[in-house]
């Protein structure tokens, strides 16, 4: 419910995209400044404790920048909204939203590798306190993620639907979205285990529905996962 009212007004966008991210951000400095103090209150807190990864943190701001960035696009707000040039900006996005994930699936194999050495399993304890199994199928799942990002066409055909709900990308058909999908399923399987359900299936596979049932080049819009 919170996607469509961020989808369909451009209030519920803002407030969503723009608010409550400055919001968080304030919320997580002032946890982070007080468990660097020793306070406990913070040392316990659960963002504190199940959200300290560089990860999870890349990927929330990466995909904000993208969604404040596809509402510039959307309703044309500024220089930028009107800008031809501006319209490679979702690329550049995704790429670096798909370059996020390649980077923690090759730090799982890397850290797989590194455990294996040590204490003959593969298995290791991340930061969160999530235990992962890291090795060969982190690599292969990364450079899937990067050729991903080279078959990303059509940068310049993105528009803005006739009521501005929607920000659309008619070159990324339903066979680019499926195996960005199969990919990102693959991703949250092997480092996102905790994220599984919502990540893996209910977030991810709603794109190529979205795209089969509904309007044509939207099923990417929300392709910021996991």
């Keep these: 419910m919170t ?9 519920g966008g803002l407030f969503f995209f723009v608010i409550l991210p400055v919001a968080l951000t304030i919320h997580f400095i002032t946890i982070y400044v007080c468990a660097g103090l020793g306070q ?45 040039w501006f319209k490679v900006f979702p690329f550049v996005i995704v790429a670096i939203n798909i370059f996020i994930a390649v980077g923690s699936d090759f730090e799982s194999a890397i850290r797989g590798m590194h455990a294996l050495q040590t204490t003959g399993s593969q298995w290791w304890l991340s930061s969160e306190g999530v235990w992962l199994y890291g090795a060969w199928w982190n690599v292969l799942n990364g450079l899937a993620g990067i050729i991903n990002v ?30 960005y999908d ?45």
């Design 182 to 226: 199969v990919w990102n399923f693959e991703y949250t399987y092997n480092n996102l285990p905790t994220h599984f359900w919502y990540c893996g299936l209910a977030l991810c596979w709603r794109q190529p529905l979205r795209q089969s049932f509904g309007t044509r080049g939207a099923g990417f819009k929300t392709g910021l996962t996991p």
């Design 3 to 11: 996607n469509e009212i961020a989808r369909r007004t451009r209030i």
């Design 150 to 179: 080279f078959f990303m066409t059509g940068w310049f055909g993105i528009y803005s639907s006739k009521n501005e709900q929607d920000m659309l990308w008619p070159d990324m058909t339903w066979l680019f979205i499926l195996a």
């Design 40 to 84: 406990s209150w913070a040392l316990h807190n659960q963002t504190y404790v199940h959200m300290n990864s560089w990860f999870h943190y890349a990927k929330l701001y990466a995909a904000t920048f993208g969604c404040i960035g596809f509402m510039i696009l959307k309703y044309h707000w500024g220089h930028l909204g009107k800008a031809y």
